[in-house]
Nanobody, 124 residues
Framework: QVQLVESGGGLVQAGGSLRLSCAASGRTFSMGWFRQAPGKEREFVAAISWSGGTTYYADSVKGRFTISRDNAKNTLYLQMNSLKPEDTAVYYC????????????????????WGQGTQVTVSS
C-alpha cells in the first residue's frame, strides 16, 4: 500500500515559480504528475522512471516544468517555472507499479495510487 501526500501549491503571479512535493510512504516505482482544472478532465503533466533517468512531459509544460525525485527521501518533485494562468489546477501525484516509463505513463489508468491534490492558482 502506498500513500501519497502533495504539498507546495499556492497562489502565484504569472511568470512566477512554485515547487510541488509529493511525499510517499511505501515502495514506489515510476511516478507522475497530473492536473485537473475546473470543468476539465484530469490531464497528464509529467512522469519519471524509478531511477529518475527517464522523464516525459506534456507539450504544454515542456521547457517550463521539471520533474525529479529523491529516492532516499521517497519524495517526488515538480518545479514549475514561467507559470501561466492556464496552469491553474489541482495537481496530483500518482504512483505506477512499473519501474520503466512507457507511453502508458501518460494515461491515468497506468497509476494505482493517487494523492489528494494541491491547488495551484496563477493570477494574470
Amino acid at each position: 500500500q502506498v500513500q501519497l501526500v502533495e504539498s507546495g501549491g499556492g497562489l502565484v503571479q504569472a511568470g512566477g515559480s512554485l515547487r510541488l512535493s509529493c511525499a510517499a510512504s511505501g515502495r514506489t516505482f515510476s511516478m507522475g504528475w497530473f492536473r485537473q482544472a475546473p470543468g476539465k478532465e484530469r490531464e497528464f503533466v509529467a512522469a519519471i522512471s524509478w531511477s529518475g533517468g527517464t522523464t516525459y512531459y506534456a507539450d504544454s509544460v515542456k521547457g517550463r516544468f521539471t520533474i525529479s525525485r529523491d529516492n532516499a527521501k521517497n519524495t517526488l518533485y515538480l518545479q514549475m517555472n514561467s507559470l501561466k494562468p492556464e496552469d491553474t489546477a489541482v495537481y496530483y501525484c500518482a504512483a505506477s507499479p512499473r519501474r520503466l516509463l512507457s507511453d502508458n505513463n501518460r494515461k491515468r489508468d497506468e497509476y494505482d495510487y493517487w494523492g489528494q491534490g494541491t491547488q495551484v492558482t496563477v493570477s494574470s
